[in-house]
């Protein structure tokens, strides 16, 4: 018999003898068993360490394609849980208001990565940085969002689809990007989200503020964002810093806002 021939029966019988064939194969002549024959044994024993685990847990049967739902999806949990007050209502508020923040912290993350990939331009190892340290902090931001919806009875939705369908915020140009308009872009972006979450920290403050108290954190974090991306552009008493140098000889579209302090204090 030559050796193919051998091995392939050795990996059409080894498994008819399971974890007895293996054993007393280990110390055989033939330890070397074609890789079907490892992997089928393999399998053999762990499935006979999970039998009881098994049987308390079936896996549900996955049906293709998956049904779509409506945007976003927040099923509530048939089991105990801590729930928020103010009944429907307060509940209601508070998953909105975590479900609303959780899509647009994904939302940056796929921009985030985006923008720091395609950044060029002077300030291109600047950005690239900052856009990373960025996708890391909402990356933690995001996961502590959705899983105080699962905490708070709710399922939480992070699907694609539901990113694009609800997400107040538009995609970053794909290509390329000069460094100006990736300042822009993150500098507009963070502003509408800021105010987007400090909505939800009114929300959800009377039915749960324990939710109130996260979004703060969030908030927190995404306005140090939106200074980080603006002071790259700040305008100084000895540099009006229009973005001239860094936008092809043009200022950057950023429109001037009212200051709400007078700096003489008049
Ligand atoms: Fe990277």
Redesign the pocket.
């Known amino acids: 018999m030559t050796k193919i021939a051998a091995c392939f029966l050795a990996g059409v019988l080894l498994p008819v003898g399971l974890a007895g064939a293996a054993t007393t194969s280990d110390t055989g002549p033939s330890k070397v068993w074609p890789i079907t024959g490892r992997t089928q044994i393999a399998q053999a024993k762990t499935s006979q360490g999970s039998e009881q685990v098994k049987t308390l847990s079936p896996q549900a049967p996955v049906s293709m394609p998956q049904p779509v739902g409506s945007f976003p999806t927040n099923a509530v949990t048939d089991r105990p849980y801590v729930s928020p007050e103010g009944g429907v209502e307060g509940y209601k508020k508070t998953v909105g208001a975590l479900q609303r923040t959780l899509t647009e912290l994904q939302q940056l993350q796929l921009q985030t990565k985006e923008a720091?990939?395609n950044v060029s331009g002077t300030l291109f190892y600047s950005l690239?940085e900052l856009l990373?340290e960025h996708y890391e902090g909402l990356s933690k931001y995001a996961d502590e969002c959705a899983e105080r919806l699962l905490a708070i009875g709710s399922s939480s939705d992070g699907r694609a689809s539901t990113i694009v369908k609800t997400s107040a915020i538009p995609e970053i140009p794909g290509g390329y990007i000069d460094d100006a308009q990736v300042i822009v872009w993150f500098t507009n972006a963070y502003k509408t989200v800021g105010e987007e979450i400090r909505a939800g920290i009114k929300d959800s403050q009377d039915p749960d503020p324990t939710t109130s108290n996260l979004l703060q954190e969030i908030e927190h974090g995404i306005d140090k964002y939106q200074w980080q991306m603006r002071a790259f552009v700040q305008g100084t008493h000895t540099d009006p810093n229009t973005g001239f140098d860094i936008n092809n000889n043009k200022s950057v579209d950023l429109p001037s806002q009212p200051s709400k302090i007078d700096p003489n204090g008049k």
Do not use: F, K
């Open positions: 720091h990939w690239h990373q």
